[in-house]
């Protein structure tokens, strides 16, 4: 079961104009259509592309810093080449089925 915080805080949530200047961690997230764990992460890593208010307060960006975010997030991984984030789904496997003789 999920917990308070994550219900709060960790779950994208829609703003209430897509066009805003400034927006929160769960709103960026919703707009870029990524979880809000990995944007956290990306800004981790990536001081310049987000503000935040307060000393250690709440994530906000700007329409540049999304814009920047997304560019980022669309030039793929330089490593591999792929874009990012892959989406991991197991393999299907082909069912083989008896075919029926006619006797």
């Known amino acids: 079961m999920a917990t ?8 994208p949530a829609a703003p209430e104009d897509p066009e805003q200047e400034y927006m929160t961690a769960q709103e960026t997230a919703y707009v870029l259509k990524c979880s809000v764990s990995w944007l ?17 307060g709440r994530i906000i960006t700007n329409r540049e810093q ?11 991984d330089p490593r591999t080449g792929r874009p990012v ?16 003789t006619g006797v």
């Open 4 to 11: 308070k915080a994550y219900e709060l805080y960790g779950v």
């Open 40 to 56: 956290r992460r990306f800004l981790r890593e990536h001081d310049a592309l987000c503000g935040r208010n307060g000393r250690r």
């Open 66 to 76: 999304r814009a920047a975010i997304h560019a980022t997030r669309s030039a793929g």
């Open 85 to 100: 984030p892959r989406q991991r789904r197991p393999r299907r496997t082909t069912v083989k089925t008896p075919v029926a």
